[in-house]
């Protein structure tokens, strides 16, 4: 193989092997955006289980370089849903914190916060298939993770976990957790094991959360919003954002 051909199959393997990148400049502001794989793994009695969803992050870069990138991010997908068969469906909610998991999962010199140039260029350039764990204690924490008790009760979504943030802790170990109802809520030997997010290629899911929903589950929590009790909307308005943005 000539050097010329070679090269340009090395360029060719390389080019595949980076995350795919969109970036549209308007008036001289540069918007980037890649997508990413949260994966949610649970220890069962029956094995470990596991759900996933695409979703696509982005930012911009506004002016000269110089400047600042937008915050927050702008993340848009779906919730995780982990089928744990007969024992139910533990959500892992999409939010507008979303943006600052990813931070967390891929931490920029040592930081938790990517939304500067550095961090947008540095995120730009990941190649697809790079990991990052979610770290439970360093700021935000995790999503949240919800289950329904009834599923023809959509105000039945109950927390599975609860986390308390603790000021003065050690960077990296802001919160504990304090409540944990894996067990009580699907079994003995029901286990959170970890949450990963992955640089991907593959397009953003939507509608596999639907598959899980109860039945007119926006029609019941949100179009009837102001119907319900205060002590209702008080409990529910953290655990019911299962979509972000809308499909493209």
């Known amino acids: 193989m000539s050097p010329k051909i070679l090269g340009i199959v090395v360029l060719l393997t390389v080019m595949a092997a980076t995350a795919v990148v969109a970036m549209e400049q308007v008036n001289g502001d540069q918007t980037y955006s890649w997508r990413y ?6 220890e069962t009695p029956e094995g470990i ?55 967390n999962a891929f931490p920029v010199s040592g930081g938790y ?21 979610l770290n439970p204690k360093a700021p935000p924490g995790y999503p949240k993770l919800v289950t329904f008790k009834d599923l023809n009760d959509p105000k039945s979504v109950t927390l599975a976990q609860e ?32 949450i990963t997010l992955e640089i991907t ?21 949100i179009e009837n919003w102001r119907g319900l009790s205060k002590s209702d909307r008080q409990r529910l308005v953290d655990m019911v954002t299962f979509k972000q943005g809308e499909p493209k």
């Open 163 to 194: 986390w308390t943030y603790i000021r003065g802790q050690e960077r990296g170990q802001n919160f504990e957790l304090t409540k944990d109802h894996m067990e009580e809520l699907f079994g003995p030997g029901v286990k959170l094991k970890s």
């Open 49 to 103: 289980k596991t759900g996933s969803a695409v979703r696509q992050m982005g930012n911009e870069l506004q002016g000269s370089p110089l400047s600042q990138a937008g915050n927050p991010a702008d993340v848009r997908g779906e919730a995780v849903a982990v089928d744990l068969g007969k024992r139910g469906v533990l959500f892992a909610l999409i939010s507008h914190q979303s943006d600052l998991e990813f931070y």
């Open 37 to 42: 794989k949260m994966t949610v793994e649970v």
């Open 113 to 133: 916060g990517g939304a500067t140039p550095e961090g947008i260029h540095y995120y730009a350039n990941l190649s697809v298939g790079t990991q990052g764990i």
């Open 201 to 221: 290629d593959e397009p953003v899911t939507w509608g596999i959360v639907d598959e899980y929903l109860p039945r007119n589950f926006e029609e019941v929590v």
